[in-house]
């Protein structure tokens, strides 16, 4: 059974820094990405940023600059750094990996408050 179990998250004031981690288990085939999406209340999800086993990485707009994602070589853990944070990246925030199909973690919150 495909895991991806995420980690970091919680309460930090605006231009502050956390780190994500999503550990990812059970899979019989490798991820050929792995990503992170995030919800605020209210709103639907969103794509965050993502990496390719090649290291590849795409950020949405919103985060460019502020936020880098990586990995490991066996794309087993993704990490998710988040500098500058501001109040609007408050959200629970989901680890992606795609291994043919997409799986999900369960969501982490993180909130960004004075």
């Known amino acids: 059974q495909v895991q991806l179990v995420e980690s970091g998250g919680g309460l930090v004031q605006p231009g502050g820094s956390l780190r994500l981690s999503c550990a990812a288990s059970?899979?019989?085939?490798?991820?050929?990405?792995l990503g992170w999406f995030r919800q605020a209340p209210g709103a639907e999800r969103e794509f965050v940023a993502r990496i390719t086993g090649g290291g590849t990485t795409n950020y949405a707009d919103s985060v460019k600059g502020r936020f880098t994602i990586s990995r490991d070589k066996s794309m087993s853990t993704v990490y998710l750094q988040m500098d500058s944070l501001k109040p609007e990246d408050t959200a629970v925030y989901y680890c992606?990996?795609?291994?043919?199909?997409?799986?999900w973690g369960q969501g982490t919150q993180v909130t960004v408050s004075s």
């Open positions: 992606w990996g795609n291994a043919g199909v997409s799986y």
């Open positions: 059970g899979s019989r085939f490798s991820f050929s990405h």
